[in-house]
């Protein structure tokens, strides 16, 4: 059964939710939790080093906003149980598909993320949607991986 999402403005500040900085935090922020869900919003800024000559974002650049939508839920459900989210790694998809070629210039985008996996081991998937008025842009199903002890994950992985 799942729970009745949480839906709020007092969600924290995105930079303290997420650990990009900078150019690569692309979400603006939260409106909705649930233990299977997320509802987060990324405006598309015309004068972004990602923006091409018409001010839109290339509609790849959506993984990466799915990916960000991803690690704020985790990051949001371990604040709410009283810890701070394990690092992660973003695995992939089978099945990235965009509706457009780019999300246009002052596009108010929101990002849907549902987990449809959880294991004991760190993995995850979640069904991802990108949508703008009603439109939907992208989906995908993302899959992470959060290993148990990420600095010998990483180091196990620059030594393969």
Do not use: N
């Amino acid at each position: 059964m799942t729970a009745t999402p949480e839906t709020s403005d007092t969600f924290p500040p995105i930079d303290a939710i997420l650990p990009h900085r900078g150019t690569m935090l692309l979400v603006d922020g939260v409106s909705a939790l649930s233990d299977e869900t997320l509802t987060a919003h990324a405006a598309v800024r015309g004068d972004a080093w990602y923006a091409d000559e018409h001010g839109a974002m290339p509609a790849w650049f959506g993984i990466e906003l799915m990916a960000q939508g991803v690690a704020a839920h985790v990051a949001l459900l371990a604040m709410r149980a009283g810890g701070r989210a394990r690092p992660g790694v973003l695995l992939g998809t089978r099945s990235y598909k965009a509706h457009v070629s780019a999300f246009a210039r002052d596009a108010q985008l929101t990002i849907y993320v549902l987990e449809v996996l959880r294991s004991e081991e760190g993995h995850s998937a979640y069904e991802c949607t990108i949508e703008h008025d009603g439109e939907r842009y992208a989906d995908a199903v993302i899959k992470v991986y959060q290993p148990g002890d990420f600095q010998t994950f990483i180091e196990g992985s620059v030594s393969s």
